[in-house]
């Protein structure tokens, strides 16, 4: 994505990390950040995520405006004028009040791509209600399922909807805009709800679940209920996870526990809470690392549980590059791989308002004018720029 530019509104979670995928695609990024949040001291990992200092902001330039001014909208209008998308995440409505939703932006940039990230979407009875992650999961019907008998509904982490229901839907429709504004030449409003992508990706269990083919949470083969599905604790107090799906390799997952395969029907919902505390029994003899060493090459579909710490330093991770350390802390490498033009390295993430005064200029004001919208408050520059 090599000259394409994109314009990051202030926001946090799904719209920062849609502008991380695509800053980590080659996309030059400029984030705008709140005034407040600048030379602000980050004494703690959540201030760092408040503040946009964590990994998501990572391979961006970034501007600090105050929007609430007219003046303030002026400047992001004006790099608007030379962006190929706008990425945005506050509730409808709220960028018109501060002149830069997409009808007044159109009339700046006809060509421009205008992404507008929510949880609800920008219509409908909920659209204007405040929310997070797991009330999406909630009204899509995912929740449900997620959590076993006993403990009712279990909210997962934003990962689950965020992330790939709200983001990476974006994401691609940003691309899907830009490929076909190659066609057309215009720009187009990009609606990406992540409730619609929670649905999206609740659709084999959504489907399973409308035909009896899925029972209540915890009780199904895919979901925990099953012997061959699931975490079991070893005798170090660690975990470690069995996918043995296919009968081969379930039998092959018995085998290799000392449990005869052959008498076992694998899809007797019955026998599924005997065969549980069968294999938790044999797996709870030895430690997690011990049962990596036992079942290294077998085809069980085994897998240890670990820590981010751990992940770090997993031999298939470290080969692949897939954690590469940047700043100090392990982060995910960019993703997709192409073979012809992989993605460039990801630079560190810099300060809130770190690149005020260079993107300004670029935008053609004076050393002057720059020094007027500092003096009064509109924008801020970072004591120290990265």
Do not use: K
């Amino acid at each position: 994505m090599a000259g394409t530019r994109v314009l990051e509104l202030p926001a946090l979670g799904p719209v920062p990390f849609a502008a991380m995928l695509l800053a980590d695609l080659g996309a030059d990024v400029v984030r705008v950040d709140r005034c407040e949040t600048v030379d602000v001291p980050t004494d703690s990992a959540l201030d760092a995520v408040l503040t946009g200092r964590d990994d998501l902001g990572r391979s961006r330039r970034r501007i600090a405006v105050d929007l609430r001014r007219p003046e303030g909208a002026e400047v992001v209008l004006a790099l608007a004028e030379r962006s190929d998308v706008l990425l945005e995440g506050f509730r409808p409505g709220v960028a018109e009040r501060l002149g830069v939703g997409p009808t007044t932006v159109g009339e700046r940039n006809a060509r421009l791509v205008y992404a507008r990230l929510t949880g609800w979407g920008q219509d409908g009875p909920l659209a204007g209600e405040v929310g997070h992650d797991i009330g999406y999961l909630a009204v899509s019907g995912a929740l449900d399922g997620i959590g076993t008998q006993d403990t009712g509904p279990v909210a997962p982490l934003g990962t689950v909807g965020d992330y790939p229901g709200g983001a990476m839907l974006a994401v691609i429709g940003v691309l899907a805009a830009l490929a076909e504004r190659s066609r057309s030449g215009r720009g187009q409003v990009v609606d990406a709800a992540i409730v619609d992508g929670v649905l999206l990706t609740a659709s084999v269990d959504r489907f399973l679940r409308l035909r009896d083919g899925w029972g209540p949470r915890g009780t199904n083969a895919l979901d925990g209920g099953s012997h061959f599905y699931r975490c079991y604790r070893t005798a170090d107090d660690r975990w470690v996870a069995f996918g043995a799906v296919e009968p081969r390799f379930h039998d092959e997952m018995l085998r290799c526990l000392g449990i005869d395969p052959e008498p076992v029907d694998q899809y007797d919902r019955g026998r599924w809470p005997e065969m549980a505390s069968r294999v938790q029994a044999v797996v709870g003899t030895a430690t997690r690392d011990e049962w990596v060493d036992r079942l290294a090459g077998r085809d069980v579909c085994f897998a240890p549980v670990l820590t981010h710490e751990e992940a770090a330093v997993h031999p298939h991770l470290v080969a692949r590059g897939s954690l590469p350390a940047a700043s100090g802390s392990p982060q995910a490498a960019p993703a997709p791989r192409l073979s012809r033009t992989p993605a460039p390295a990801p630079r560190p993430t810099p300060p809130p308002g770190a690149h005020t005064r260079a993107l300004l200029t670029e935008l053609g004001m004076t050393a002057d004018r720059i020094a007027e919208l500092a003096g009064a408050g509109v924008v801020r520059q970072a004591a120290v720029a990265a």
